[in-house]
């Protein structure tokens, strides 16, 4: 059997959601609630996938489009049958079509997997994914016969008093052979209580036309969970950040206190890190082996490198050597690239520059657009002075340099090989290779200044 399309319908509204944002692109765990059902489809084999798009359907498409989607698109939200008529030109006949809501972020691929075993194993012409639930409210109930077969889908809006005390819940997650689908879906009519056409109204058709259908209960009924409001949004993110702390822990990095941690879907660390609480990572941070992160830190599209510390610090979309310190509180901005074995301290903030391998910056300065050599020390209280109001300007610091304490490179400026600026100096001109640098006034003492006004008549100072 060939590898199942997946349609994964994404027209709604989803009005609880009380947002300017569609629904299906909130993150969950980092990610767009759309991508984790998209990253299960594909684990289940999927190639194609398409999306039913309709509200907010620009944003969806670009967010999406990158990911290799295709795009049917539902002008009017008439209903789950009417979005899936819309893929009809984009799948042919005899297919094997998995239909998916963008809503349920908690789906898991193995789910999928199952799923279509049980379709193929059968000879199902449909295969329904079910699930019991404590509280059904809100989701179509499963009526099945006396002998336990599968009669019909009914919307909670349907529903009599006594299908509303069924347990046995629709997941709205479905495998259809593709040419009685279609025929199906033109069979559909509105006439419910809320006048759409409903997808679950082919299954009836199906079983009238001695046609299969295979309904799989699924135990974990968490994983069919559809978000429809910020409540649910926050327990779904609970749910994946759960699995994400647990598939690390397995694979090797110690979490001290899981539920303050944590690290979106994306992220990878090595094997013997170890994360302190309250560390977050997100997107794509990468971190290596062997390095202790947090307490308190702060990853965004970061990558540090195997065996470096980072300590209540902020590293945003830069990159960390091997054996590097970072921190506590320092700022790495986009473009920061630490070699191996650097020092960044306290109070430092670095943007757009390479500090060389065993240089040290260890606190209280900004380094901007900077190329700064290996073996260089950064005194405290040292700015590169990159900005005049109109344009970024270049500082280079070649190494062993040293830069004393309180020096303003004005940029474009150069120190070079082995030489020292002295403490205090705003350097606006080259300091050759190991020369020494110094820019301030000589100090001058006025003796007595200070004495009290009685003893200062008697004093003479010029
Ligand atoms: C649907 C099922 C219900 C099931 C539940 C599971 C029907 C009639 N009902 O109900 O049996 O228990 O899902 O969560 O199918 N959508 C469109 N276009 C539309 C309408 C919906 O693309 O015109 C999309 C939505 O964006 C959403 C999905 O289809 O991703 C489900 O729609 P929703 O309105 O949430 O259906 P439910 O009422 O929850
Ligand atoms: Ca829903």
Redo the contacts with the bound molecule.
Sequence with gaps: MTAPVAVI????KGVRMKSEMPK?LHPVAGLPMVMHVVRAARSAGAQRLIA?V?HGRQQIEQRLQAEGLEFAV?EQ????G??LMQVRGLVGEGETVLVL???TPLLRGETLRRLLEVHRQSGADASVLTSCLEDPR???RVVRNAGGDLVR?V?EKDACAEERAIRE????IYCFSSTPLFQALDGLSPDNAQG?Y???DVLPWFLGHGLRVATVLHPDAEEIL?INDRVQLAQAEQVLRQRKNRELMLGGVTIIDPSSTLVDWGVSVGEDTVLYPFTILEGSSRVGRRCRIGPGAHLIDARVADGTVVDKSTLWDCQVGEACQVGPYAYLRPGACLERGVKVGDFVEIKKSVIGQGSKVPHLAYVGDAEVGSYVNIGAGTITCNYDGRAKYKTVIEDHAFIGSNTNLVAPVKVGYGAITGAGSTITKEVPPYALGVERARQRNISGWGKPEAESSTSDDS
Aim: with cysteine.
């Design positions: 319908l994404a027209a709604g299906v039913v309709g539902q939200q008439l209903g789950t009417h979005a809501c963008g809503d809100g989701y179509g889908i919307e819940v629709n997941a709205g759409e409903y997808l679950t559809g």
